[in-house]
């Protein structure tokens, strides 16, 4: 018996959905009283926004993998051997 997971198509990206989840804590939070409460959602929001800004970060052209070219392997090869 195969059980099929349903797929949820999102309209938006990651780093836009997790941005509209930190402002939607933040203006909850200012809604509560100073207090655990408030704290707890600020918090839940800076989160957000760190994972946005990492997933931004992590999808840079600057971060691509490295590829080696066989001069580099060569010269790996040589130095280790010798």
């Known amino acids: ?5 349903s797929r949820l198509m999102h309209t938006e990206s990651l780093e836009e959905r ?6 939607r804590l933040l203006k909850e939070a200012w809604g ?5 409460e408030r ?6 929001a ?8 990492l997933s931004d970060w992590l999808r840079s052209p600057g971060l691509r993998a490295l590829t080696l070219g066989v001069d ?3 010269m790996r090869k040589a130095a280790q051997a010798g």
């Open 18 to 23: 997790l941005n509209i989840k930190a402002q």
């Open 72 to 74: 580099t392997i060569s």
């Open 1 to 5: 018996m195969v059980i099929k997971r």
């Open 46 to 53: 800076r989160l957000a926004e760190t994972a946005s800004q």
């Open 39 to 44: 704290s707890r959602l600020i918090r839940k």
């Open 32 to 36: 509560h009283s100073t207090g655990v």
